[in-house]
T-cell receptor
Framework: DAGVIQSPRHEVTEMGQEVTLRCKPI?????LFWYRQTMMRGLELLIY????????DSGMPEDRFSAKMPNASFSTLKIQPSEPRDSAVYFC?????????????FGPGTRLTVT | AQSVTQLGSHVSVSEGALVLLRCNYS??????LFWYVQYPNQGLQLLLK??????LVKGINGFEAEFKKSETSFHLTKPSAHMSDAAEYFC?????????????FGTGTRLLVSP
């Protein structure tokens, strides 16, 4: 398997623009997670899905952030409008859940820079 | 809620020396515990996991960790450091009360290996 795939790997945008990050989980995994990593706050869980349904979005910072999972093989994280404080590395991870003792497999991340 | 404390944001060792990275957790129910490694500009990779079976867990690249309930610890060790071990290491605990799928990560420990 190719692992978790994220695109783009790097994104540079101006404040106020819409940003869309994409993720393809490992085939067969029914959990999908979005994380944000910054120097100040470390690794934070933003939202996770089970069988394409959002289960916990308590980590989503504010209404400017939204995430969707239209099918089992694709998810997006959108920021609209973007702000400089959104600059971070965003990771997507997927999991088989109890069948793999909840082990999560991470993608390579998207480094977002908002100027 | 569960939490993880990693003592020492940076640990420096010489090549061939013992590696010891400390992790203490807080959990009101038996936890699942994980150690992940992150190399520069990459996603997180699972080193090992504890899921209430054997208390001494062996992982990849010669790493192992011991679950000590009385000390609420899950320290990561490796007998002999290699230059290639230089990376950031994260300890994580699963939130059993809400289902084990949600991980809470520590702030990370950067391992520096000198020749």
């Amino acid at each position: 398997d190719a692992g978790v795939i994220q695109s783009p790997r790097h994104e540079v945008t101006e404040m106020g623009q819409e940003v869309t990050l994409r993720c393809k989980p490992i085939s067969g995994h029914d959990y999908l997670f979005w994380y944000r990593q910054t120097m100040m706050r470390g690794l934070e869980l933003l939202i996770y899905f089970n069988n394409n349904v959002p289960i916990d979005d308590s980590g989503m910072p504010e209404d400017r952030f939204s995430a969707k999972m239209p099918n089992a093989s694709f998810s997006t994280l959108k920021i609209q409008p973007s702000e400089p404080r959104d600059s971070a590395v965003y990771f997507c991870a997927s999991s088989l859940g109890p069948e793999s003792s909840y082990e999560q497999y991470f993608g390579p991340g998207t480094r977002l820079t908002v100027t | 809620a569960q939490s993880v404390t990693q003592l020492g944001s940076h640990v420096s060792v010489s090549e061939g020396a013992l590696v010891l990275l400390r992790c203490n957790y807080s959990s009101s129910v038996p936890p699942y515990l994980f150690w992940y490694v992150q190399y520069p500009n990459q996603g997180l990779q699972l080193l090992l996991k504890y899921t209430s079976a054997a208390t001494l867990v062996k992982g990849i690249n010669g790493f192992e960790a011991e679950f000590k309930k009385s000390e609420t610890s899950f320290h990561l060790t490796k007998p002999s450091a290699h230059m290639s071990d230089a990376a950031e290491y994260f300890c994580a605990v699963s939130e059993g009360w809400a289902g084990f799928q949600k991980l809470v990560f520590g702030t990370g420990t950067r391992l520096l290996v000198s020749p």
